[in-house]
């Protein structure tokens, strides 16, 4: 059996916690001793987040070895492989298409055996509604907490923060019309931004404007009433 190994840290804080990459190595290639395997090479990625897969280049170089000995990728923890349920069954898609397998170590997964598929999949469709649920749940806190004028993020501009409410800012409630009346007017969002530099206000944080801000000012639910009352 061949084994392609893969490691990754993101932070130095990782490795104190006792999952640096010699601690993952070490794994990897203890279990392909046990496994009678030979070991061809364990790849790493050290301080690059977990994230996007592209990204990764000890990662790419991993699974295309792998796939092309049709080898066995292992992995100290599906978490080290990737931080996203949908990338990680691609990565398994991949290795499967190619006869190749892949194991994690942490969460004893291997799908050389049926049994392992399966479980690798249960698995791989809990994660991903749990993590549905918690997106659920913080969408709903934040629908409640804007609601009711609780501060949720970044105090959005057309309000102060007193304590933990927003409270109308009147002067910029009056430009955030003005630049509904202008986007009313088929005015670029560059364009607002535009005129308002040269005119001298400043955003929220105090810099410049740009087409972003404008865009996310104009999506935010907290300006619906003064949408309903600015003349077209």
């Given at each position: 059996?061949?084994?392609?190994?893969y490691?990754?840290?993101?932070?130095?804080e990782?490795?104190r916690?006792?999952?640096?990459?010699?601690?993952q190595r070490?794994?990897i290639?203890?279990?392909?001793?046990?496994?009678?395997?030979?070991?061809?090479?364990?790849?790493?990625?050290?301080?690059?987040?977990?994230k996007?897969?592209?990204?990764?280049?000890?990662l790419?170089?991993?699974?295309?070895?792998?796939?092309?000995?049709?080898?066995?990728?292992v992995v100290?923890?599906?978490?080290?492989?990737?931080?996203?349920?949908?990338?990680?069954?691609?990565?398994?898609?991949?290795?499967?298409?190619?006869?190749?397998?892949?194991?994690?170590?942490?969460?004893?997964?291997?799908?050389?055996?049926a049994?392992?598929?399966?479980?690798?999949?249960?698995?791989?469709v809990?994660n991903e509604?749990?993590r549905?649920?918690?997106?659920?749940?913080t969408?709903?806190?934040?629908?409640?907490k804007?609601?009711?004028?609780?501060?949720?993020?970044?105090?959005?501009?057309?309000?102060?923060?007193?304590g933990?409410r927003?409270?109308?800012?009147a002067?910029?409630q009056?430009?955030?019309?003005?630049?509904?009346?202008?986007?009313?007017?088929?005015?670029?969002?560059?364009?607002?931004?535009?005129r308002?530099?040269?005119?001298?206000?400043?955003?929220?944080?105090g810099?410049?404007?740009?087409?972003?801000?404008?865009?996310?000012?104009?999506?935010?639910?907290?300006?619906r009433?003064?949408?309903?009352?600015?003349?077209?």
């Open positions: 059996m061949k084994v392609v190994g490691t990754r840290v993101s932070t130095e990782q490795a916690e006792g999952i640096s990459l010699q601690t070490e794994k290639e203890a279990w392909a001793h046990a496994m009678d395997g030979e070991l061809l090479v364990v790849e790493e990625d050290a301080g690059i987040s977990g996007l897969l592209r990204t990764r280049n000890g790419q170089r991993a699974l295309e070895l792998a796939c092309d000995r049709k080898a066995v990728l100290h923890s599906l978490s080290r492989l990737s931080r996203s349920t949908r990338d990680t069954l691609a990565v398994a898609e991949r290795l499967d298409r190619a006869g190749a397998d892949l194991v994690s170590l942490t969460e004893k997964i291997d799908t050389t055996s049994a392992g598929k399966m479980v690798f999949r249960m698995l791989a809990l509604f749990e549905d649920q918690v997106s659920e749940r969408s709903a806190i934040l629908q409640h804007k609601s009711r004028l609780e501060v949720y993020s970044p105090t959005p501009f057309g309000f102060r923060r007193v933990d927003l409270i109308a800012e002067s910029e009056a430009l955030v019309q003005q630049i509904l009346r202008w986007r009313q007017e088929k005015l670029s969002l560059r364009g607002i931004a535009s308002l530099n040269m005119a001298g206000i400043p955003s929220k944080s810099g410049r404007w740009h087409a972003s801000t404008i865009r996310y000012l104009l999506a935010n639910d907290l300006h009433d003064l949408r309903a009352t600015t003349p077209s």
